[in-house]
């Protein structure tokens, strides 16, 4: 309470200017601290790629479980050993000539962060998968856990982070790529490969180890104009099983403001694709909110291709190494 005239106007109120000054400095922190809130990450999480996949805990109900990230898979995967965690089934389905079933997305969190996106994920047997990544793995995390955040993948560090979807695009974050949600709502960028082929439209799928494919015409062309040279076949071991590709290096890409030579691209029937070998040399931030990938060069940015000469294929087989399939004429 005001006890005198000469203390009212310090303990009671304030002039209108006074009242004025101090509500437009208010009103600008608060506008500070929003745009911090805004910046602040919701989350790290950290990963290894000694399997060759990026490999995060999902939390369903009180379990941890881990899955990996697949870019290029239009719905989350799950085992079937993790059929307790859903509801019932809403039907049936044929991807790839597999039969699946859809069920509603449960509840699910990466560290501190909710997978909000997406309504329904896919259950099938992953056991084939686990044999060729040769690790433990329970489901695949699609493009979905994109969808709702920017998340930036730092593959120097080891790290997934979270942001907030509002965050500003940052100069940090480095080279700009318009995306495309094409080939079945799968993120693309257009790849400008030389001057002998227009660029071309690549989905980008870190559920791929290899660094990608290049659709068998435009290999051909690179091929006969020497952009490419071709070394043989190379054989991949996959869940449906072995699949023969030409192989070639392309002597040269520039990219993200770098010129990145000796990388090894297959052929393919399909679409063109980047994969894991070539995301991993830069870190990248996905902003699929605003449509856009960022590319900064990393440590391994100008690391060449290694070319495999082993001639040998394993895959893990109760927890051992296993040969799987042999090359024709190796030593």
Known sequence: MCRSPENQHHLCGLHAGTTHTVAVIFFLLLGVLHSASRAEPKDTVNFSLRHDAIILPVKIGTRTYKFAVVTGATFHVFDKSLRKHLGKRLQTAMIEGVRVGVFAKPQMFVGKTELTAGQSIVMTDLAAIRKVLGAKISGFLGIDMFRS????????????????????????????????????????????????????????????????????????????????????????????????????????????????????????????????????????????????????PGKRVKDPDLKDRCGMYLIDHEGRPLVHFVDKNSI
């Not at 120097?156 to 790529?177: N, Y």
């Not at 699949?243 to 679409?271: C, K, N, P, V």
């Open 149 to 296: 955040d920017v998340v930036r993948i730092n593959f120097d560090q080891g790290t997934v982070t979270f942001l907030r979807p509002a965050i500003r695009p940052r100069r940090a974050w480095g080279t700009r790529h318009r995306v495309a949600m094409r080939f079945g709502n799968s993120p693309t960028l257009k790849l400008a490969i030389g001057d002998v082929v227009q660029p071309v439209w690549c989905l980008v799928n870190t559920g791929n180890s290899s660094t990608g494919h290049l659709n068998r015409s435009i290999y051909t062309k690179l091929k006969k104009t020497k952009r490419l040279r071709h070394f043989g076949s190379n054989v991949v071991v996959t869940a449906g099983g072995v699949l023969s590709h030409e192989e070639g290096e392309l002597t040269e890409l520039q990219f993200a403001g770098i010129q990145i030579r000796s990388l090894i691209f297959s052929s393919t029937e399909g679409h063109c694709m980047i994969g894991l070998g070539f995301l991993k040399r830069f870190h990248v931030t996905f902003d699929i909110p605003r449509k856009a990938i960022y590319f900064v």
